[in-house]
């Protein structure tokens, strides 16, 4: 609290500048020396002196910093209901999937539920389906209920609604099957039409760089007209145009799209006053000086004061694509996302800016990373590499999780058709990830570990092979492609316990695996026997991004073909930044 109160800012206006005071930087200094078997007396202590702040009208944060999240949020959509905001993203074969996010001033998020506890045709999701299944999810409210559509290119586009969006949401309704129909948002519109815009994925369709609309009926569950070409980007300048949000005002239709890449795009506003155009268009952000590039995927939200912002991603290739803010301002009922330093109608993305002004100040707020598995609810971070079934493991009030080994198939070649991976997003640009676990094994070739995933991917396993386990890195390259691993044994491991448990007997490992992850990307093992001093293990890997998503961080238990299933327990998994 004294700290809090000695960095107290000198009040400068409303410039973008503005100082940026908050607890929790200065807390981190302070305990940056403590282990972290403390860290739930730090957290409570973070808490305490937020809330004190808080209470005394301390400031908080006056300046927003892009990105606001250096982690994988991609081709979010938001709105806000009251003085709240929601946001979703593409989880792909994630499970679970599509995150609710939640922020009350577009800075501060936590993430808050998932809206699926599978994804479906359930039998085919059952098995890593990587690259398919919820592209670019659209949050919409409309008449007391919150809805979310997506396109899967396999299947076609789905909904989802709920009334209570941290609470269950509905089972998903098809709304039009089909192939290569992607990144749906809805429209309410003031007569009562409901409408659907979309884009193509040439992969499916072959064919893209186009945007059609469709109506659906009254209760937004079924397109009930063909579609009608809006737009197309087949013009020498916009080319794959993708991921449009639909949007009305002052008796305008918007869409606000991407076109021309992920890596290399821009932001594009249509404008029509027919929903079925003719559509005028413009380009309202591009990367211009900054080292932003992109600008990519996002949406628009008023807030509750009049303001406009626009949030979107920058792709970081193995971070992912990482959340920004940016200002918009409407002129001649054109958005100009961004700073319009030359004033040509068109934004740059900015690095910082001055806060939204949502009526309130909000304590500092950030997306939960560490879980010492203590409940019977897996951690919101957490998603599994297919839909869950028991087999995977198991959750408990016993202090741990456990994880069951997968069985490998008969003709194994890498991870990349293992299902029960446990990862979570890499949460910044340096980290580290540290996992206390206890290893179980009957069967020789059995093995658990801390794996960095991607279409790179490189963990540290241990693996049991006779009266001893045995320390491996192993390395794998376009995983995708069906590409051996390559495995260097680093050590030999006695057991730390061994005892009778049916017909074989049981061997455990007590170990303590970390990986330290630098710019670039680069990832630099290591383990422990006494949680005290860390060996580095094998050679720096460098993380590759997967299909579609970012890299990913977490553990994993196989058994080979034909044996039974070992296990691993973790106590905990701890994030360092």
Same mark, same amino acid.
């Given at each position: ?239 794959? =145009? /993708?991921?449009?949000? !639909?949007?009305? &005002? ?8 991407? *076109?021309?890449?992920?890596? $290399? ?102 997306? =939960? /990373?560490?879980?010492? !598995?203590?409940? &019977? ?8 590499? *297919?839909?869950?079934?028991? $087999? ?125 992850? $630098? ?59």
């Amino acid at each position: 609290i004294l700290c809090y109160t000695m960095n107290l800012p000198k009040q400068s206006g409303t410039g973008m500048m503005q100082s940026v005071v908050s607890i929790y930087p200065v807390a981190v200094l302070i305990w940056g020396k403590y282990s972290n078997r403390e860290m739930n007396i730090r957290r409570f202590f973070l808490l305490l002196c937020n809330l004190v702040g808080y209470a005394l009208g301390l400031p908080a944060q006056q300046t927003a910093v892009n990105p606001l999240i250096y982690a994988d949020v991609p081709d979010m959509s938001m709105v806000r209901v009251d003085d709240t905001y929601y946001m979703s993203s593409t989880t792909m074969h994630m499970v679970p999937g599509v995150p609710i996010m939640k922020s009350k001033d577009l800075v501060n998020w936590r993430l808050a539920n998932y809206a699926l506890k599978e994804i479906e045709p359930t039998i085919f999701f059952n098995a890593p389906q990587h690259g398919k299944g919820v592209w670019a999810p659209s949050i919409r409210y409309h008449n007391g209920e919150f809805f979310i559509y997506w396109g899967d290119p396999d299947w076609g586009i789905f909904m989802v609604k709920t009334k209570d969006p941290l609470g269950e949401w509905e089972k998903p309704v098809l709304v039009k099957a089909g192939k290569g129909m992607i990144d749906p948002t809805p429209l309410w519109d003031e007569d009562g039409k409901v409408y659907l815009v979309h884009a193509w994925a040439g992969s499916r369709a072959a064919f893209n760089s186009v945007i059609t609309v469709c109506e659906m009926n009254a209760e937004g569950t079924k397109v009930i007209s063909e579609p009608v070409l809006v737009f197309d980007g087949n013009d020498g300048v916009n080319h794959t =145009i /993708e991921g449009p949000k !639909f949007y009305k &005002r002052n008796g305008y239709y918007y869409i606000l799209a991407p *076109a021309g890449g992920v890596v $290399t795009g821009w932001q594009l506003a249509l404008r029509s006053r027919n929903v079925y155009g003719p559509y005028e268009s413009k380009i309202v952000m591009a990367q211009g000086d900054t080292d932003i590039n992109g600008p990519h995927q996002g949406g628009w939200v008023e807030t509750c004061t009049g303001e406009s912002w626009f949030i979107n991603f920058q792709d970081k290739a193995m971070y992912g694509r990482v959340l920004h803010l940016n200002p918009v301002k409407w002129e001649n009922d054109w958005p100009v996302i961004g700073e319009d330093k030359d004033g040509d109608g068109c934004g740059e993305p900015v690095k910082r800016y001055k806060k939204p002004d949502v009526g309130r100040i909000y304590p500092i707020e950030t997306p =939960i /990373e560490s879980d010492e !598995f203590n409940t &019977r609810q897996l951690g919101l971070q957490w998603e599994w590499h *297919a839909n869950y079934q028991d $087999t995977f493991g198991f959750t408990s009030d016993l202090g741990y999780i456990r994880i069951y080994g997968h069985i490998l198939s008969k003709d194994f070649v890498n991870f990349w058709e293992v299902p029960n991976l446990l990862l979570q997003k890499f949460p910044a640009e340096e980290f580290t990830a540290t996992a206390k676990l206890k290893v179980s094994a009957k069967a020789d070739g059995q093995q658990s570990g801390l794996i960095v995933m991607g279409w790179d991917y490189g963990y540290l396993g241990v693996v049991k092979e006779g009266d001893k386990f045995i320390l491996n890195q192993v390395v794998c390259k376009d995983a995708e492609q069906r590409s051996p691993e390559t495995v260097t044994h680093l050590a030999e491991l006695p057991v730390s316990r061994r005892f009778g448990a049916g017909l074989y007997p049981n061997y455990e490992r007590d170990i303590y695996l970390q990986v330290k992850v $630098t710019g670039g990307g680069i990832c630099y093992f290591s383990y422990s026997l006494d949680g005290r001093k860390y060996t580095l293990a094998g050679v720096p890997f460098t993380a590759r991004q997967g299909k579609w998503i970012g890299a990913k961080v977490g553990l994993f238990s196989t058994a080979p073909y034909g044996k039974e299933r070992g296990w691993v327990d973790a106590d905990w998994f701890r994030i360092d930044k």
